[in-house]
């Protein structure tokens, strides 16, 4: 039986304690870090994460990982950037429509096959990776110059608040309404919180984590579309440390590895939280190689402390 | 009260007597099915040799054979490693990591062009020690915060290649020690000397797996935990020095790659890790623990540095390799998995 | 031999809600054979745990030769002498037979790190040859046993951990030979036979009375957790024990059995020669509309499993069942919703309720559809729902938005039965709906039971004890190691005694 314990209570809160602790530590060494080009930094770079996490926050609910985030983000990346010629702003149809059909694939083979998420989305990540690399021709490619004022809209900003993050607010919104409003939202809790139960109550599981998948392949992809945007470029390369910063938000703001409880409006938290340590440790001139590390072991303090500690009985593989 | 009383008594026993063979029908299929995964990938194996040998141009020659054979010295390695992690039913992500960390840190022990230090083999001996630590201490993570093993070596991975990076700040130091050159390009028997060493981590690895109690009861703990457990195994012991072994291997996987490139980076572990995990599997090693070994994993090596091998020489574009080993892994998992009718998988 | 081997005195085991047992004694001398007989839920399995250490008994001590028993795990009682093969089999199906025997205790075969194989197969050998295993080779995969001799190594394992001291040990067996052929069946009695010659002692559990009789020297009876009779071989009798089996019936009162409907004619579920390959085979049965169907049958008879094709949760290999005349082929227990069939299932923590979420929740989760407007979820009439069936059903919570897990086992049910009862379902099976429910709330449900048949649904039913089966069914199906025994009418002023029904069971 569950209580709320005071430990539970300050664990369940600590993402809002630490975003407040974070900003008030970073303004302190430096107070430009409230100031309006870093805050708009925060949000221009917040956009693409929080749109990956979201769909990647359905799929953690159900119990399940999403490995292949980062290279559906290199490959929409640079199939926006290789459309973007011939449509126009249409290419974020495209790309979106393909991070669909690239996580129902993982769906697919998830439920159907049997195979186990972390191999199937592993498996995905090599495929979307090479496919990148493939139609980029193994680097980077710049959309042409003549075309960047079809792209003069995504410069636009609400006081510091660039566009793409409110377009990344609306995605979130759209989240937010399946997870509380649907059955579909219903039924991912219940599959991540007893899969066995689910099933006797007649849910249909296969069909619950299928679309969880459907959806973070989506929301990847409109990640990977933000990139080009902002870049003005086609990288392949621009999702490999993106998977973990993905997790890691999810995971930071205090949605369990082990699935059934959660919500989207803490990995927005936990995306905003990622950002800010990010440029937080860059304003505060840390070295940069130590992103990684400081990322790395967050993401395991933070699986810890969110876990149920479910007694001696537990068999973690 | 109307009672019905069906199946008189000599019909009753014969129905009987097949409710219980039926049980034993599902004892052979699941026999049949093993013995299958266990044959299977070497005559696969077999039947790549002749079929590449027939269609790949050059592929039959000395001096291809000579460069699969030294291909296959590092995912050799990395596999010995592995195997034991995936026999427990557990994952190590953090494989590519610790062979680029220990890469980077072997470059700068040794005589080398960024530092004065040249501690030669001791400072071989240094970067693996270090390498394996951090496979000890994931095991632990592992164990002790009972956080699943695809997270706990995904965090430390990513951890450990920053540590990486760090070590030599963005410009990789490259390695001046003459033994190194002359390692790289050895052979004994025609054989390259890396492959050498890496049989002998294989010959190791088969010890252990067939002669010690530990092999016995990491096969134990992967196939039932809870029973190995109650027996008095000492199940989080052999789960941290598993992954300790995994490190170790990987540690000495990424002194190869140092020694074959010369430079101590971490972007010489690039790929290595989902190759691997391909070998492990298609040479039949369940993903859910308790089935396959260090033999079925030299023959899963074998296959896919050939299916490698052969796709260089016809020109195949480099970028396509992962994407084939992607599906190729998929449908060795998807043949392999027990396809029980209420398994619940995440 | 009249020396005791093993004695339990007074032992008594209780869980929050429920006596499993209490004020038991049990005798067991060197070289007998003890069988344990009892109806599910008699207590037999309860007991075997707490003598193999796996539970603690609330009252009560033991004693193993004449020194006091007792240990915290099953490894302590391997120690002192007790073992105990259970139901579901704990061999390494990858390592060999004498890896398996020797599992966790290599160390005496250990040189400088390496173990010598020779030396373990040797002593393998010898801990086969102990029980009369001469034919087994001690270096053979378990994987390439058959069920039975695997049975037979599980044996000789437990032998080999407890039997290293002098003065006999003890062995427990729970239904040995539920899926052995007869010739398996005689090797494993001659095994028996072998090892209480030398002195150790058996006990054996099994709803299987003729063999209980053949085997044992002496029967213990169970009923409701007591025993209710100790018959020696000589004196064993089949309808004896039968007798002594079943009890007292408590009052139709309790079930309600004056509300019992008469069935209409219309049949709303038909099975037809429905099997599942292992499990059972050529099941046929029809449920009215308004009607009990209550299928009896110990462990292992099938009966769970026939459910759980109903219910969509399995797959049948061969043989059809009918909903309103329309073939039912479920993948999943979604598509048997969607039908019209739904169950209660047993393991209510693992299957009937998701703990995290809400009752509103829980309750709602079957039928979505009609807390919804045009596709989204309507919290208000979610929450609305759930208030009317926490008034009607009485269900003790502070609120439809708290947790299931915080509830008590019966108001946990009621959640169940809410939830089931929610949907439009034309056929529910219930799955030992009262297991773990106090006596009140077993009251409401069977009061609930009714009233879904008055409203034309028909039920199945797995009762928890064979009397509420009978009580509350007004069909009854008796099914015996996956097979239909017999069928007949429980109509409300001519029940069937227990009796009638057991003897068919086993």
Known sequence: MTRRTTGRVVVDNLPWLLLVALVGVFTGINPRFVGPFSLANIFSVAAPLLCLSLGATFVIITGSIDLSVGAIVSASCVIYGTTFPVLGNWSIVVAVAFGFLAGSLNGLLFTWLKIPSFMVTLAASALWKS?????????????????????????????????????????????????????????????????????????????????????????????????????????????????????????????????????????????????????????VAVDPYWQQIVFGAFTIVAVYLNSERGGRNLIVK | MATVESNPSTERDAALRTVAAEFSQRIAAERAKSRIIRLGPFLVMIFLVIVMSILVPGFFSFINLVSVLQQVATPLVLSMGLTFVLLLGSIDLSLEGVMGFTGSIVALLVLNTKNSLDLGVLGILAAVAAGTLFGLVSGLFHTRLKIPSFMVTFGMGSAITGFGILSYRGIPASIKDPMFAQVASGTFLGIPLLTWFALVVFFIALAIERYTAFGRHVYAIGENESVARAGGINVDRIKVTVFAWSAFCASIAGVFGAIKLNIGEVIISSGFLFSTITAVVVGGTSLVGGSGGVVQSLVGVVIVTIIQDSMILLGVNAYVQPAVQGMIVVAAVALTVARGRKLIFK | ???????????????????????????????????????????????????????????????????????????????????????????????????????????????????????????????????????????????????????????????????????????????????????????????????????????????????????????????????????????????????????????????????????????????????????????????????????????????????????????????????????????????????????????????????????????????????SRRRLISGRALVGRAKDWIRTLNIKTSGPRESVETLSGGNAQKVVFARVISGENKVVILNHPTRGVDVGAKEEIYQLIREMTEKGIGVVLLGDTLEETISVSSRLVVMKDGLVMAEMDAPRLAKPSQLDIVRYMM
Not at chain 1, 161 to 172: N, R, S
Not at chain 3, 25 to 52: F, P, Y
Not at chain 3, 227 to 246: H, I, P, R
Not at chain 3, 300 to 312: I, R
């Open chain 3, 1 to 371: 031999m009249e020396e005791v081997l093993f004695r339990a005195r007074n032992i008594g085991k209780e869980y929050p809600g429920t006596v499993a047992l209490s004020g038991v004694d049990l005798e067991v001398r060197a070289g007998e054979v003890v069988g344990l007989v009892g109806e599910n839920g008699a207590g037999k399995s309860t007991l075997l745990r707490i003598i193999s250490c796996v539970e603690q008994p609330t009252t009560g001590s033991m004693e193993m030769r004449g020194q006091p028993f007792r240990g915290r795990n099953l490894l302590e009682a391997n120690q002192l002498g007790v073992g105990m093969v259970f139901q579901e089999q704990s061999l390494m199906k990858n390592l060999s037979v004498a890896q398996n025997i020797y599992l966790g205790r290599e160390r005496g075969f250990r040189r400088l790190g390496f173990i010598n194989w020779g030396r373990m197969n040797a002593a393998g050998s010898r801990a086969l040859s102990a029980i009369g295993l001469k034919d087994i080779s001690p270096a053979r995969k378990v994987l390439e046993l058959d069920f039975a001799t695997r049975q037979m190594v599980e044996i000789a394992k437990v032998l080999n951990i407890v039997g290293d001291r002098k003065g006999g040990c003890l062995i427990l067996l729970d239904e040995p030979t539920s899926v052995l052929n007869d010739a398996e069946i005689r090797r494993l009695f001659e095994e028996i036979k072998e090892i209480t010659r030398q002195g150790s002692s058996i006990v054996f559990v099994s709803h299987r009375l003729s063999e209980v009789i053949e085997i044992s020297d002496r029967i213990y009876v169970f009923k409701d957790g007591r025993q209710t009779a100790l018959v020696d071989k000589a004196n064993a009798d089949e309808n004896l024990l039968y007798e002594k089996m079943v009890g007292r019936s408590t009052s139709g009162e309790y079930f309600k059995v004056n509300r019992q409907t008469e069935p209409a004619d219309q049949v709303i579920l038909e099975v037809r020669g429905l099997g599942v390959k292992g499990y059972f085979r050529d099941v046929s049965f029809r449920v009215r509309r308004g009607e009990v169907l209550g299928i009896c049958g110990v462990v292992g008879s099938g009966k769970e499993e026939v459910c759980a094709v109903l219910c969509g949760d399995d797959r049948p290999d061969t043989g059809q069942f009918f909903l309103d005349g329309t073939e039912c082929r479920f993948s999943s227990p979604a598509d048997a919703l969607k039908a019209g069939i739904l169950s209660v299932p047993k393991e209510r923590r693992e299957e009937g309720v998701i703990g995290t979420l809400s009752v509103a929740e829980n309750i709602s989760l079957s039928s979505l559809g009609a807390v």
């Open chain 1, 131 to 283: 496919v990148a690399l493939i139609l980029v021709g193994g680097g980077a490619k710049g959309i042409p110059m003549e075309l960047w004022k079809g792209l003069k809209w995504a410069e636009f900003s609400l006081g510091v608040v660039p566009i793409l993050f409110l377009v990344a607010l609306c995605v979130f919104g759209l989240y937010l309404f399946i997870q509380t409003k649907s059955a579909l939202g219903r039924a991912i809790f219940a599959v991540g919180a007893n899969e066995r139960a689910a099933r006797m109550f007649g849910l249909n599981v296969n069909s619950t984590k299928f679309w969880a998948f459907a959806m973070s392949g989506a929301g990847s992809a409109l990640a990977g579309a933000f990139y080009s945007i902002e870049l003005k470029t086609s990288l392949a390369t621009i999702g490999d440390p993106v998977t973990l910063l993905a997790i890691a938000a999810v995971v930071i703001g205090g949605t369990p590895l082990t699935g059934g409880r959660g919500s989207v409006l803490r990995t927005l938290l936990g995306a905003l939280l990622v950002v800010i340590i990010q440029n937080g440790l860059n304003t």
